[in-house]
C-alpha cells in the first residue's frame, strides 16, 4: 500500500506528481527545487538554493516521521558541475552520521530554471 505525502507547509506541485510517497517503511522522494510555499523561488545564490532545497527534503522527510538520518540514496543534479563544490559543503551539513549513498550529475536544463534538485529514498525499518 502506498501512501502519498503532502506536507502542510510546502508549495503544492506544480505538475502531475506527488512529493513524496511512503510503501511500508521506504518513503520515495520526487526532486525538490528550492520553492517556498508561497510559490517563490530561492535561487539568489547556490548556497541559499541549496540550503531551501535541503529543508524542503526535511519537510518531506518529517511529515513521514523521518530525519535526514534515514535517508539512504539520494540523488543530486546541477544546472552546472561547477557548482558541484557550494551544494556539496551546504549538502554535507545535513549529516552528522553516515550520509547516504547519492550521485551528483550535470543535466542539460532543470525545473523553472534552478540550479540543484534533489531527490531521495528514506528508509525507516
Known sequence: ????????????????YTPAIQAGPT??????IALDEQGDLHTGD??????KVMENVGNLLRAAGMGYEHLVKVTIFMAD????????????????????AREAVAVKG?????NVEISGVAWKG
Open 110 to 114: 532543470l525545473p523553472r530554471g534552478v
Open 81 to 100: 558541475m561547477s557548482l558541484y563544490g557550494a551544494v556539496n559543503e551546504v549538502y554535507g551539513t545535513y549529516f552528522t552520521d553516515t550520509p547516504p
Open 1 to 16: 500500500m502506498k501512501q502519498p505525502i503532502f506536507p502542510p507547509n510546502a508549495a503544492r506541485p506544480l505538475a502531475p
Open 46 to 51: 547556490i548556497a541559499t538554493e541549496t540550503r
Open 27 to 32: 518513503l520515495y522522494l520526487s526532486g525538490q
